[in-house]
């Protein structure tokens, strides 16, 4: 089955302890990315990846860092969490494509991490 | 600065009672506006992407219109089931950006 994989679902932590939260895709996708879901502020894209050992921050980076030594794994690393980072975290991966194709678009996300830092 | 606004926050409708859901952007060259639908504990689930004023989607109950300031998610005759959340996001300038609204939360009664 085509799908992302996030591990954990849920974390409780500290702040400062550093933690990663692993992304998975299985779909062969070049293109993979980290969002965060706050209430009333929508999902913020914080890093993405175009392809192994590239990648570029989005709107969102700072305390976050990602590393895409494979294709298929795209871990987001937490060095000293803070409380301001307690949210829902979602990796999403989309297949390479023209602009414009049908294909070009469809980002495939996964089923999320609840992260709480304390 | 681009931004994606969506209104209603909340929706409730009656089986069959059809309405349309709102998102009005704001951004510097438009390269495609995409509705995803998110599911309680689920991650966004893609639906359509439209690329030009004038352009409609259809799937199922849903259909999605684009103006050049807006776009509109219609639902006719809903079903409990397409009670979630519906994200509207946008595609400005690069490749690789997506700029998402707050959603709009539906439900739906039998």
């Known amino acids: 089955e085509a799908q992302v994989t996030q591990n954990p679902r849920y974390l409780i932590t500290v702040t400062g302890k550093k933690l990663t939260v692993t992304c998975s895709q299985n779909?062969?996708?070049?293109?993979m990315s980290w969002y965060r879901q706050d209430p009333g502020l929508g999902l913020r894209q914080i890093y993405y990846?175009?392809?192994?050992?590239?990648?570029d921050k989005g709107d969102v980076p700072e305390g976050y860092k990602v590393s895409r030594k494979e294709k298929r794994n795209f871990p987001l690393i937490l060095e000293s969490p803070s409380p301001n980072q307690t949210s829902l975290y979602f990796c999403?991966?989309?297949?390479?494509?023209?602009?414009?194709?049908?294909?070009?678009?469809?980002?495939?996300f996964g089923p999320g991490t609840r992260l709480t830092v304390l | 600065e681009d931004q994606v606004t969506q209104s209603p926050e909340a929706l409730r409708l009656q089986e069959g009672e059809s309405s349309s859901l709102n998102c009005s952007y704001t951004?510097?060259?438009?390269?495609?506006l995409f509705w995803y639908r998110q599911d309680p504990g689920k991650g966004p689930e893609f639906l359509f992407t439209l690329y030009s004023a004038g352009e409609e989607k259809e799937k199922e109950r849903l259909k999605a219109t684009l103006t050049k300031k807006e776009s509109f998610l219609h639902i006719t005759a809903p079903k409990p089931e397409d009670s979630a959340t519906y994200l509207c996001?946008?595609?400005?300038?690069?490749?690789?950006?997506?700029?998402f609204g707050a959603g709009t939360r539906l439900a739906v009664h039998p």
């Open positions: 990846s175009m392809n192994v050992e590239v990648t």
């Open positions: 999403a991966s989309k297949k390479p494509g023209l602009a414009g194709g049908s294909s070009y678009n469809e980002q495939f």
């Open positions: 779909m062969n996708h070049e293109y």
């Open positions: 951004v510097s060259g438009l390269r495609g």
């Open positions: 996001a946008v595609r400005s300038g690069g490749y690789n950006k997506l700029i």
